[in-house]
């Protein structure tokens, strides 16, 4: 079974963490979610989240895929994190998935993930210094080889089903979308 680790950050953007699990679970993707400490998650609005885990509990266990909802002060949480800075590293060694959302890719930007891939972010949520040697997109998701980055609350939904498609197929995003009822351009 494909498995997904969603690290949840104190300050996380509750649109983008909800959504990634949700459209994710709905793939029937195994998806852990687990808080940088042992207390409830108070998102960036107020919404108060309750992980599956703490971090502690899972750096060890193996993930197919990290997935980091972006926010304020959350994404600078996952920047600062050594935990979460050690397993972007391995998962990139390991060539296994790393995607972030928002302001998040602030995150990947500080493991190195970045340079020489193309990304995109939250407008202005990347430092000169993180975007260097970064090929800087503006569209709503990018992925280039195993990094995934996504612009926003906004861009959430496009984000998730980007994620179901490379994890498990266009068969089951497409069947997924579909229950979604989304409108078509």
């Known amino acids: ?16 963490a909800v959504t990634v699990i949700d459209l994710l679970r709905r793939a029937k993707i195994k998806v852990v979610t687990a808080g940088l400490d042992d207390q409830p998650v108070v998102a960036s609005r107020g919404v108060t989240l ?18 980091l909802p972006g926010g304020l002060p959350g994404a600078d949480h996952l920047r600062n994190d050594p935990r979460i800075q050690s397993l972007l590293t391995r998962m990139s ?37 993180d975007l260097k040697g970064v090929k800087y997109e503006e569209t709503a998701v990018v992925r280039d080889g195993t990094v ?3 612009r926003g609350p906004g861009t959430a939904m496009d984000f998730a089903l980007t994620l179901i498609e490379v994890l498990v197929g266009t ?11 989304r409108a078509k351009p």
Request: charged share 20%.
């Open 148 to 150: 995934i980055t996504s």
């Open 93 to 129: 060694q390991q060539g296994k998935y790393t995607a972030a959302i928002c302001a998040a890719p602030k995150a990947l930007a500080k493991a190195g993930l970045l340079e020489g891939k193309h990304a995109t972010s939250f407008p202005g949520s990347l430092s000169d210094a």
């Open 171 to 181: 068969s089951i995003r497409d069947q997924v979308e579909a229950g979604l009822q």
């Open 50 to 67: 309750l992980p599956d885990t703490s971090l502690d509990a899972v750096l060890n266990t193996p993930f197919d895929m990290v997935v």
């Open 1 to 16: 079974m494909v498995t997904v680790l969603v690290p949840l950050a104190q300050g996380c953007e509750e649109l983008e």
